[in-house]
């Protein structure tokens, strides 16, 4: 992934980082975390730029974040509904949790979108439940992208900072590899177990 963005920022510049931030925002694996880092290095610091295009990089990190947000938005805002109510009971998704969506987004929606942006793999998801819940696209739009840009800013900021040190952050993080994903299957298998129950309870009623 490295590889493939620095290719993409060799080839496109500025807008490369639009084009990666925008597919970072569906659910397509290419993490944020490596994305804008490697904008704050190779697009700024490399280039020679002073920190107001560090600012710059977090913009358009935001912008991409906010493109690719809305293609997933509408495109489970047109055809999320019918599915989620065809066949939600085979990925664990109920009628009353479409109608707790239903309210939640229309109460919480913009603090819901805000804060979700900038929590890892949850910011790629989140505009799913606002197409099917029909949020307010106005709001969204907003909330996405000032939830967006304090997360694209800081990491363009810290690959600004740590430069061609940027690949010594993986060696640090790898000790704590395996007590995440513990305890992120642990968290799934909790949230599974809940789900079907919900959803047989459904079934037979």
Avoid at 122 to 140: D, E, Q
Avoid at 150 to 172: F, H, K, M, Q
């Amino acid at each position: 992934m490295l590889t493939f963005s620095t290719d993409v920022y060799d080839f496109m510049g500025w807008f490369g980082v639009i084009v990666l931030m925008s597919i970072e925002s569906t659910a397509i694996p290419l993490p944020s975390e490596i994305i804008m880092p490697l904008a704050g290095w190779r697009l700024v610091l490399d280039e020679g730029h002073g920190v107001p295009h560090v600012f710059l990089a977090g913009f358009w990190g935001a912008v991409g974040s906010l493109i690719g947000s809305l293609a997933e938005y509408y495109v489970s805002r047109a055809g999320g509904r019918p599915f989620i109510e065809k066949y939600g009971k085979y990925i664990l998704i109920t009628h009353k949790d479409l109608e707790r969506a239903d309210s939640w987004f229309q109460t919480r929606g913009e603090l819901t979108v805000f804060v979700a942006r900038m929590i890892p793999g949850v910011r790629g998801f989140i505009s799913i439940p606002a197409g099917i819940a029909r949020m307010n696209v106005a709001r969204f739009s907003l909330f996405t992208f000032l939830g967006a840009f304090p997360w694209t800013l800081g990491l363009a900021w810290g690959g600004y900072l740590l430069g061609e040190n940027y690949d010594s952050i993986r060696e640090v993080s790898k000790p704590f590899d395996i007590p995440i994903v513990g305890t992120a299957l642990l968290i799934v298998a909790w949230f599974l177990w809940h789900r079907i129950k919900d959803v047989r309870a459904e079934s037979r009623s």
